[in-house]
């Protein structure tokens, strides 16, 4: 009797034992951080806490900033808007060289410096996009994507009340950021407070058609926008508007690259006739909503 008890004892001990191990190795894998690029794929750390705050944020919207930004938007003229919107843009280009500086990225940086110049004077105060039109480059930088490029992880995401999206690492250079914002050393109380209120009136302005695009498409909004600002983040960070200086090709490679011209009988000829059936792919058509959504606001479709 006593054998069988203690047989029965080690069998359960061992069953216990096993599944024990089991739970943790689950959960470690459940919980693991899968690291694509700067962006931390995993459970959403603080989900209550974002959730509660993006409600906040958008009760806010709702009231106060969306019914201001569309009457702005009918008001005021395109051309005016274009020039306000230009104006602060402008202002942000010499922080965004500085930490085009600080990434080593010199040839941006001298683009950066460039562009300030050409659109504060030609261009007016920025009122006027002369350095586009003669085709210097523009980039947007912050200290956040400084520190992603010195190697910093971003750390979860987090939704900041009365901010919005951010993670960890970017909202702890909010600060820095803000200290680097030349309106704050307007003295004048009143012109200052006006300026970062016209500035907020922009900003909001300029993301009422994709953030309309959300509230039509999206079954959940606050996952909508958290996986589409951590991927565009990533993209910030990865530097995906940067393109570094090329060799020149050499004469046998640049012919070898010229166009081939083929008579359109010759095309045709070898080309045979393909019917395209309509057909409805939900992964296709996710992805263009996707790209609706992170496509640069005032672009046409």
């Given at each position: ?89 402008n202002l942000s280009v010499p922080y965004t060289a500085l930490n085009n500086v600080l990434q080593g990225k010199f040839k ?185 959504l992170t496509k640069p606001v005032g672009e046409k479709k």
């Amino acid at each position: 009797m006593n054998t069988i008890m203690r047989q029965w004892l080690l069998g359960l001990s061992l069953i216990l034992t096993f599944a024990s191990a089991h739970a943790q190795s689950t959960d470690a894998l459940v919980n693991s951080p899968v690291v694509v690029d700067d962006v931390v794929l995993t459970r959403d750390r603080f989900e209550a806490f974002n959730r509660g705050a993006f409600q906040f944020n958008d009760g806010w919207d709702q009231i106060m900033f969306k019914p201001i930004a569309k009457g702005y938007q009918k008001i005021v003229p395109a051309g005016s808007r274009g020039c306000v919107h230009g104006f602060f843009e402008n202002l942000s280009v010499p922080y965004t060289a500085l930490n085009n500086v600080l990434q080593g990225k010199f040839k941006a940086a001298g683009q950066d410096v460039c562009r300030f110049v050409v659109n504060t004077t030609v261009g007016v105060g920025g009122c006027i996009d002369m350095a586009s039109k003669w085709h210097i480059p523009k980039h947007e930088e912050d200290f956040g994507q400084t520190l992603g490029k010195w190697g910093v992880p971003s750390g979860p995401f987090v939704m900041l009340p009365g901010l919005g999206p951010s993670t960890l690492r970017d909202a702890l250079t909010k600060p820095i950021d803000f200290i680097a914002d030349p309106i704050g050393y307007v003295r004048a109380i009143k012109i200052r407070n006006s300026l970062r209120g016209l500035k907020l009136v922009d900003t909001r302005t300029s993301l009422l058609e994709t953030l309309e695009f959300v509230d039509d498409v999206a079954f959940d909004r606050y996952s909508m926008t958290r996986d589409a600002w951590l991927q565009k983040r990533e993209a910030d960070v990865r530097d995906e508007d940067y393109a570094p200086d090329e060799a020149p090709l050499t004469s046998e490679e640049a012919i070898s690259a010229e166009p081939v011209a083929h008579k359109e009988s010759e095309i045709n000829a070898a080309s045979p006739a393909v019917t395209v059936a309509a057909a409805s792919d939900p992964l296709a058509e996710a992805e263009r909503l996707a790209k609706q959504l992170t496509k640069p606001v005032g672009e046409k479709k």
